[in-house]
C-alpha cells in the first residue's frame, strides 16, 4: 500500500504545512483517507488523486485541524462526479458535524443552486455522507482493508472522544494516533505496526509552557513520549507528524502566536531535538513528515 502525507502540521495555519491528513491508497486503486485537514482536497490533486475516488474518510476527532476541509472535499467530489456516498467514520458528534453543512446546512444555497443542473442531479448520493459514528473496535472491513479503532487520550470524552486507528491491508499494519498524549491504548493499536504514524506536536517545553499558562490543551505527545510509545509497541518504523508550528520562520506566527507558544524557541533547528529526543528510546527507521511524503509499504 501507498501512504501519502497529505498535511502535517497543527490547528494553527502555517504557509509550509497543511493540517491533519493521511492518504491510504491500496493496489486495488482505493482509497481512503485519515482525518480531513485543511488543504487535504488540494493535496490529493497535487498527489495525482482525485477527490471522488476517496471512498471512506475516518475522523480521528472533531477539532477543526482535523476535519475543516471535509465540506471543500465533499463538494468536490460531488463536482468531480462521485456517484456513490462517501463513508464517513468518526465519534459522536460526527453525524451532527456533516448534517449541518450540506442540503440542510451551512452549505444549503450551495446545493439548491448546483442541484438544479441534471449532472448534479444525477449524483446527489455524493454530497449525502454515508455516516457512521464508531466505538472501540472493529470499525470498518470492505473485505481488502480493515479500520480498528481505539481510544486515545487527548480531550475529555463529555466534549470529544477521541480515536486511534489500526489499519491492516495487504498483510501490512499502519496505525496512526490522532492526537494524544501517550497512553496504552496508542500502545496497543501501534503493537508489531509496520508503520506508526504518530502525532509529536510538541518538544517538552512547549508543553510545559502550554501546561503554564492554560492556552489550548497540552494532552499532546513529545519527542521523548513518541520514542518510548514507539519502543514499547515494537513499532518496526514511524513516522512523526502533526508538528505544531515549532519548527516555522513565518513572522505572523511568531508575531501572533505568543500566548500559545513560546515563539522566542521556535525555528526549525527544533527539528534536532526532535530526532534526538525520540532517538533516546527508540532505535529503528524514523522520518520526520512533511506535506506530500509519500511512504511505501
Ligand atoms: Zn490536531
Same mark, same amino acid.
Given at each position: 500500500?501507498?501512504?501519502?502525507?497529505?498535511?502535517?502540521?497543527?490547528?494553527?495555519?502555517?504557509?509550509?504545512?497543511?493540517?491533519?491528513?493521511? *492518504?491510504?491508497?491500496?493496489?486495488?486503486?482505493?482509497?481512503?483517507?485519515?482525518?480531513?485537514?485543511?488543504?487535504?482536497?488540494?493535496?490529493?490533486?497535487?498527489?495525482?488523486?482525485?477527490?471522488?475516488?476517496?471512498?471512506?474518510? #475516518?475522523?480521528?476527532?472533531?477539532?477543526?485541524?482535523?476535519?475543516?476541509?471535509? $465540506?471543500?472535499?465533499?463538494?468536490?467530489?460531488?463536482?468531480?462526479?462521485?456517484?456513490?456516498? /462517501?463513508?464517513?467514520?468518526?465519534?459522536?458528534?460526527?453525524?451532527? #458535524?456533516?448534517?449541518? *453543512?450540506?442540503?440542510?446546512?451551512?452549505?444549503?444555497?450551495?446545493?439548491?443552486?448546483?442541484?438544479?443542473?441534471?449532472?448534479?442531479?444525477?449524483? +446527489?448520493?455524493?454530497?449525502? /455522507?454515508?455516516?457512521?459514528?464508531?466505538? /472501540?473496535?472493529?470499525?470498518?472491513?470492505?473485505?481488502?482493508?480493515?479500520?480498528?479503532?481505539?481510544?486515545?487520550?487527548?480531550?475529555?470524552?463529555?466534549?470529544?472522544?477521541?480515536?486511534?486507528?489500526?489499519?491492516?491491508?495487504?498483510?501490512?499494519?499502519?496505525? #496512526?494516533?490522532?492526537?494524544?498524549?501517550?497512553?496504552?491504548?496508542?500502545?496497543?493499536?501501534?503493537?508489531?505496526?509496520?508503520?506508526?504514524?504518530?502525532?509529536?506536536?510538541? $518538544?517538552?517545553?512547549?508543553?510545559?509552557?502550554?501546561?503554564?499558562?492554560?492556552?489550548?490543551?497540552?494532552?499532546?505527545?513529545?519527542?521523548?513520549?513518541?520514542?518510548?510509545?514507539?519502543?514499547?509497541?515494537?513499532?518496526?518504523?514511524?513516522?512523526?507528524?502533526?508538528?505544531?508550528? #515549532?519548527?516555522?520562520?513565518? /513572522?505572523?506566527?511568531?508575531?501572533?502566536?505568543?500566548?500559545?507558544? $513560546?515563539?522566542? +524557541?521556535?525555528?526549525?533547528?527544533?527539528?534536532?531535538?526532535?530526532?534526538?529526543?525520540?532517538?533516546?528510546?527508540?532505535?529503528?527507521?524514523?522520518?520526520?513528515?512533511?506535506?506530500?511524503?509519500?511512504?511505501?509499504?
Amino acid at each position: 500500500m501507498k501512504i501519502t502525507m497529505l498535511g502535517t502540521g497543527a490547528a494553527l495555519p502555517d504557509p509550509d504545512r497543511g493540517q491533519s491528513a493521511i *492518504l491510504i491508497s491500496t493496489e486495488s486503486g482505493r482509497h481512503y483517507l485519515l482525518d480531513c485537514g485543511e488543504g487535504a482536497t488540494r493535496q490529493m490533486l497535487r498527489a495525482n488523486i482525485n477527490p471522488a475516488d476517496v471512498g471512506v474518510v #475516518f475522523l480521528t476527532h472533531l477539532h477543526h485541524d482535523h476535519i475543516c476541509d471535509f $465540506p471543500y472535499f465533499v463538494i468536490s467530489g460531488w463536482m468531480l462526479n462521485r456517484e456513490t456516498s /462517501p463513508v464517513l467514520l468518526g465519534p459522536k458528534g460526527t453525524r451532527r #458535524f456533516s448534517d449541518h *453543512l450540506f442540503e440542510n446546512g451551512a452549505y444549503q444555497a450551495d446545493f439548491k443552486a448546483r442541484s438544479a443542473y441534471p449532472l448534479r442531479k444525477a449524483n +446527489l448520493a455524493a454530497v449525502r /455522507p454515508d455516516v457512521r459514528e464508531i466505538a /472501540p473496535g472493529l470499525v470498518y472491513d470492505d473485505g481488502e482493508l480493515r479500520m480498528i479503532a481505539g481510544h486515545v487520550d487527548h480531550l475529555p470524552h463529555e466534549v470529544c472522544e477521541c480515536f486511534g486507528v489500526r489499519v491492516e491491508a495487504e498483510g501490512k499494519v499502519v496505525a #496512526f494516533s490522532g492526537d494524544t498524549k501517550p497512553c496504552a491504548g496508542m500502545v496497543d493499536l501501534a503493537r508489531d505496526a509496520d508503520l506508526l504514524i504518530h502525532e509529536c506536536t510538541f $518538544p517538552q517545553s512547549f508543553i510545559d509552557h502550554r501546561a503554564k499558562t492554560g492556552v489550548g490543551t497540552f494532552s499532546h505527545t513529545s519527542p521523548l513520549g513518541l520514542g518510548m510509545l514507539a519502543s514499547e509497541a515494537r513499532a518496526k518504523s514511524v513516522v512523526a507528524t502533526h508538528f505544531g508550528h #515549532f519548527d516555522s520562520t513565518s /513572522p505572523v506566527l511568531k508575531r501572533a502566536a505568543g500566548k500559545h507558544l $513560546p515563539t522566542e +524557541l521556535m525555528g526549525p533547528h527544533l527539528m534536532d531535538e526532535v530526532v534526538r529526543d525520540i532517538r533516546r528510546n527508540y532505535a529503528g527507521p524514523l522520518r520526520l513528515a512533511d506535506d506530500l511524503m509519500r511512504i511505501d509499504l
